[in-house]
Every structure is written in C-alpha cells, then in structure tokens.
C-alpha cells in the first residue's frame, strides 16, 4: 500500500468538473489517512480556490510522502513540474484540457488512477528537466531557470524575421534567419516542437531538439542532438525568449542563451500497461479509419 501523508492538487480553474473531481479524490485520500492540500499561486495563473481545501504556496509544499494531483491541461501540469522542480515527488494528470499529453488520464478514470496509485500498481517515468540561461555582456541577465518542455527564440513585433547563431558543445553550428527557434526536450517533442514540424522522440531520452520556425532557408530542418551544451546567439536588434510557453522576456542584440541538461528528473505516473505508444495512437488519432 501506499506510504503517501499528503496529496497536493494542481488545479487551473474553479469549474464545476474541477471542483466535482478534486472533491472526490479529496474523500477517496481522507479514508486513507492522506491530506490534501491545494497549490496557488497568482503569478503562474492559477486561480483556482477550492472550498474546504488549505492552499499553499511553493515555499511550503509538502516535502516528504507527497503526492501531486494535476487537473487540467498541459499547461497546468508543466507549471506543476516547475513548481515540483528538484522534488522527488510523483506526479498524476487528469486532463480537464484538450490534447493532454502530459496530463494524460481522462477524467472519468480519475478515481480508477487514484485507487491504483494508492494500491501502487502504477509505473513511473522519469523525464529530463533541462536549464536555461541569458547572459548579455558577460553578466547573467536570467537566472537560471528549469524546463520540462521547450525553449522558444522567436521574434517580436519590431522584427520580420530573427537572426541568431547556434552553437553546441562548444563548435559553432551556423547563423540563419527564422521566425525563431524552438529548442524541446523528448517531452516537450509532441507540443510546438510537432507542430513546427519537428520530429516526435521517445520522451525518457537523453537528447534535444532543435526546430527553426518558418526559416529563410528552406534546407534548415530539425535537428535531434544529444543531451548537452546549447548555445543561442541573437544577432538581430530584438528576440523574445519563452520558457515552458511562459516566462517571456525581451532579449538584444548578442544576448547568449545557455541550455544544458539538469540532474533532475520528473517522477511521472502511469497506469500499468500503458504506453507512449498507446498514447500516441489515441491522442494524435492514428488508430482511424
């Protein structure tokens, strides 16, 4: 049986199947001696105050036998991954958004997941979180930050196109002109990075992915690299850089984006049998005729 003292909910918006879901998964903990509390905080957009439920924030999540319980969309769940960020903590989705790959359980099987997590017949998978940097002469101008998904170079409403060099474990690549660039994780391979055309890549691999968007030269195509050192140099006047689909900041002329692997992982939780293939199949329709 399971060793879990507290549950911690991730949750992006009061609506009634948020609220209806939380509170039934609340009840199922509470029988099994496991408190259940609820992350808030403004400045990642949740919203969320559920009734009956004491919030926290990331400065006093449960630390130790903690379970995390995401409702939402991925978007939702790759701000729990950052909030859970160096946490050994195991992480379940239920997907209250659209195409789910991260929160992957569909809400009429929530308390199905739930019983299994507690009878621990459940598999976990570890993902890579990755790191970025920005240094702008020398001195660093983003702190080091972690990311589940992807980091994405892409211009800003002063530009047509941004220009930038790559460079990748030290030996310079090239300079092209794009829209921008998206650099994702085996993880982040099934979200911007699929719909720039890049390659889907079995998501505990070690490796990167670098996908231009919309490039000036037709012959530029994604990359797959190993897991180690990116460098993005902007050499256009402005870029804006994301992190995750959030984080946004204006960058200039030479600034240095750093990504290199963390030693961290995310603890992922499956069902017993289910696969990413599986996943693949149902979630990007490939099983129809």
Not at 66 to 74: S, T
Not at 93 to 102: A, D
Request: charged residues 20%; contains cysteine.
């Amino acid at each position: 049986m399971t060793s879990f003292k507290a549950a911690t909910f991730f949750v992006k918006e009061n609506t009634r199947q948020s609220i209806e879901i939380a509170e039934q998964l609340k009840e199922k903990l509470l029988q099994n001696n496991i408190q259940s509390v609820l992350f808030y905080d403004a400045e990642n957009a949740y919203q969320a105050h559920l009734p009956n439920f004491e919030e926290v924030d990331k400065n006093n999540l449960p630390s130790n036998n903690n379970l995390a319980i995401v409702l939402g969309g991925d978007g939702t769940f790759l701000a729990a991954a950052n909030a859970l960020y160096s946490s050994s903590t195991p992480v379940m989705g239920i997907n209250l958004g659209n195409l789910g790959f991260l929160t992957e359980t569909d809400p009429s099987q929530a308390n199905e997941l739930l019983e299994n997590v507690l009878n621990d017949e459940i598999d976990i998978e570890e993902r890579p979180y990755f790191l970025v940097t920005v240094t702008r002469n020398g001195k660093e101008v983003w702190e080091e930050s972690s990311f589940l998904n992807d980091v994405v170079l892409h211009r800003n409403t002063h530009e047509k196109m941004v220009s930038f060099a790559v460079e990748i474990d030290g030996r310079f690549v090239t300079t092209s002109r794009a829209d921008g660039v998206v650099i994702a994780t085996p993880t982040g391979s099934t979200a911007y990075n699929l719909s720039t055309g890049g390659p889907i890549v079995y998501p505990t691999m070690e490796a990167l992915i670098l996908s231009p968007i919309c490039p000036h030269t037709l012959s530029y195509r994604p990359v797959v690299l190993p897991s180690g050192e990116v460098k993005l140099t902007l050499k256009s006047a402005h870029g804006t850089l994301s992190i995750d689909g959030c984080s946004a900041t204006d960058l200039e002329i030479e600034d240095i984006i750093t990504i290199q692997p963390s030693k961290e992982k995310l603890h992922l939780i499956h069902n017993k049998g289910r696969n990413f293939y599986g996943l693949l199949r149902h979630k990007l329709g490939w099983d129809s005729k």
